[in-house]
Every structure is written in C-alpha cells, then in structure tokens.
C-alpha cells in the first residue's frame, strides 16, 4: 500500500517540467498567494459577516461571491499539486517522505478536510438555507455564527501552517 | 548605510533571524502573509461592488469592513517592518522589493482616496451609480495589490528567474483575460441575438396579434 501511495505521489512529468522551466515554481508560488486572496475574499468576508461584523450585508448576496471563493481553492489546489507531486524538483526529496515527515504539511492538509467538514455542517444543519433568508442587521443564528467563526480560524491556521512548510523539508 | 548593519546585529533581529523557535522569524512570515490577506480580501469584495461584480450588495454596510482592513495593513507593516529589518541591506538593493514596497503605498494611497469617496457621510452612496473616479481607483488598487504580491513572491528569486517568471505570469494573465474577455462578449451576444426557441415564440405571438386583430 505504502509503494502505491509513493508510486502515486511522485510525479516524474512535473519534475522535469520544474526543472525544466525555471520560472515554473515562483509561477505558481504567485498563483497561490492569488487563489488564497481570492478565497479569504469571498469566503472569509461571508465568515466575517456571520460574525457580525458588516452586518447590514445581506447573505443572500454575498452567498453569490463564494464561486469566486471556490476558484481561488481551486487555484490554491492545483499549485499546491504541483509543489508537492515535483517537489523532487526543488528538494530532491520523494514527496511521500515530504508528506510523513513535515509535520505542518500534515497539520495543513488536516486543517482543509476540517474546513471542508465544517462547510459540510454548514450545509446538512440547515444553517445554510437559514442564514440566506435572513435581512440585512439580522444576527445569524449562534450555530451558524459558530460555523463561521471556525472556518475563519481553520483558514488562518491552512495559511499559518502553509508558510512553516518549506522550513520543516 | 552603517544605520541598517545596525540594525540588523540588534539583538532581537539577530534572535528573529537565527532562532528555530516559533516566535521567531516563521512566525513573522506567516503571519505576513495572513495580514496580507486580511487586508487584500475584503478589499476584493468592496472592488467587486464597485467594478459591478456584485450589484446587488449595498456599499455602505461595507464600512466595517474597513477596520478588517486596518488590522490587516498593521499586522503587514509590523511583521514585514521586522522581516525587512533581518536582512535590510540585501532588501534596499533589492529592485524586486523597491517595486513591491512602491506598489504597497501607491496601493494604500489610491485605497484611502476610494474608501474615502465611497464612504463620505454625506453622500448617498448606494442611491447613485457608483463614480468613475472612484472606479479607476479601484481598478488602480487592484492592479498596484497584484503587482505587490508578484513582487513580494519574486523578492526571493533574482536575475533571469525574476523576468522569466514575470514574463510567465504576464502571459497566463493575458490567457485568462482574454478568455473572460470571450466569456463576456458570448454572454452579450447571447443576450442580444435570440435563440430559435424565442424566435419561434415571438413568430407565434404576432400571429396570434395577427388574429385577434382581424376580429
């Protein structure tokens, strides 16, 4: 299994592209500081007015902005792909090592499956479709309030355990 | 230039520069990076109100917002003031950085001159159309926080990497806009010319016109 996973992790295209092409790392180093502003624009906004804070936003309206929110993860997903998959490229070590031995890779990766639980919740409590019929200057429920509150913090911690990466390889 | 050497052996930026410890220079850069975004991301829904991404959202809510902002620029300007201060006589010969820090204040300035506008207490701000003046200021900002984030990541890069990289990124940015730029014109068309299924629809109903008219 262990074989499968190292097999699977390490790909040899993305290696020789990186090294390849010299401008390919901080290209896409650039396009993750992009996609991580364009998720805190719109998703850490909607958190925020969870919150409280900017209250006489309307939801329903800033619930629009969230596809913009999903293009910067996706961004962020797809660089980050390629930071790990060719990051023989840059290190020399095999991704599967990277991934068993950084501790704040781990805790990253971690923090994404929680924030991706938490918006599970979010959806499957119902506070969703509740949060979006309420009026501007209305407080969101103590649960949605709860919600966001920890979806800010788990993208604060993505972000902070993100940057301590490259010093743990 | 014995001023930044100064400043540089201080004992706390000798500390920051060389611990291993979490106080030290990562938590620095770290939370560089989360003031960066909670300065620039609410900037991005304010951008999107005014440039007509979001119509429907009103804009004088979005004052608070403002202090979001503030908190953000002084957790930027503190940790990068003492990320600076470990290496400032590598950073001021740096152009990349000259850049960055130049597009920083050019960014904040044409900010304050927006906020400033959109917020006047007295103006109605969500009575009217947003004012150009106020867009292109918009639009300035965003294009001076993308040219900081560029050079901020490129700081650590020099010679033929920096504009091989530069180069990259302009021509992805000119891939993505060109295809908004053909997303946007087919939305266009597609509102202006209609589809068979209206045209038939519109052929119906003026037969039926036609009809009832005869009576």
């Known amino acids: ?169 | 230039m014995d001023y930044l050497a100064l400043l540089q052996d201080n004992a706390f930026i000798t500390w920051v520069r060389e611990s291993e410890s979490l106080l030290g220079y990562t938590l620095y850069l770290a939370f560089h990076t989360i003031g960066m975004v909670f300065l620039v991301g609410p900037n991005l829904l304010i951008a999107a109100r005014v440039l007509g991404l979001a119509p429907g959202l009103p804009i004088k809510p979005m004052r608070p917002l403002g202090r979001i902002m503030n908190v953000g620029l002084w957790i930027t300007v503190i940790t990068g003031s003492v990320l600076f201060a470990t290496a400032p006589v590598g950073y001021v010969h740096n152009v990349v950085f000259i850049v960055k820090i130049a597009a920083i204040v050019l960014a904040l300035i044409f900010l304050r001159a927006a906020l400033h506008q959109l917020f006047d207490p007295s103006i109605d701000a969500d009575a009217q159309p947003v004012p150009v003046k106020t867009k292109r200021l918009m639009t300035a900002t965003l294009v001076l926080w993308l040219i900081a984030v560029v050079a901020g990541r490129l700081t650590a890069y020099s010679g033929v990497v920096v504009i091989a990289s530069l180069g990259a990124f302009l021509i992805f940015m000119t891939v993505v806009a060109a295809v908004a730029c053909l997303a946007r014109l087919g939305m266009r068309r597609k509102r202006l010319v209609p589809s068979i299924d209206q045209r038939a629809t519109f052929q119906i109903d003026i037969q039926a016109a036609a009809v009832k008219g005869g009576k």
């Open chain 1, 1 to 169: 299994m262990e074989s499968i996973i190292a097999y699977w992790m390490r790909w040899p295209s993305v290696e020789v592209f990186l090294t390849n092409n010299t401008w390919a790392w901080p290209l896409c180093e650039i396009l993750h500081f992009i996609g991580l502003i364009l998720l805190f624009g719109a998703v850490g906004s909607f958190d925020l007015r969870l919150l409280g804070i900017a209250k006489g936003l309307p939801l329903r309206l800033l619930d629009r902005l969230v596809p913009w929110g999903v293009c910067g993860f996706v961004l962020c997903v797809v660089t980050g792909t390629i930071f790990v998959t060719g990051i023989v490229a840059n290190v020399g070590t095999h991704p599967y090592v990277v991934l068993k031995t950084n501790v704040w890779l781990q805790l990253k990766l971690i923090f994404i499956l929680l924030a991706g639980l938490n918006l599970l919740a979010f959806h499957l409590t119902g506070m969703a479709r509740v949060v979006r019929m309420l009026q501007p200057g209305d407080d969101a429920p103590p649960l949605a309030r709860f919600i966001g509150g920890t979806s800010l913090a788990l993208w604060i911690g993505v972000v902070y355990f993100g940057r301590l990466i490259p010093w743990a390889l």
